[in-house]
């Protein structure tokens, strides 16, 4: 259709959608950017994050970082303790 220059009710029937609604998209795609809203894309959207995106993004990534150094003390911990708990006992 819009790359290959295929006929939309042919793409359409191979798609299994009536091709009224399949126009529909493809003349909102045309219109927005996007077959899925009326409404016009954001020009920030495109591509690029805000800077509360962008902040919000390193604070998860940091907090995620933290969380996998702490899941790795404590099955490090974990393996000490299942050792102590597997060794024979010493009689004094």
Known sequence: MIETGRPIPEVAEELGVHSGTLHSWVSRWRRNGSASSDRPAPAASVGRLRDTERAELERLRREMSE??????????????????????RSSV
Do not use: Q, S, T, Y
């Open 67 to 88: 969380k996998k150094k702490r899941i790795r003390e404590l099955e490090m911990e974990l393996d000490v303790f299942k050792r102590c708990m597997g060794a024979p």
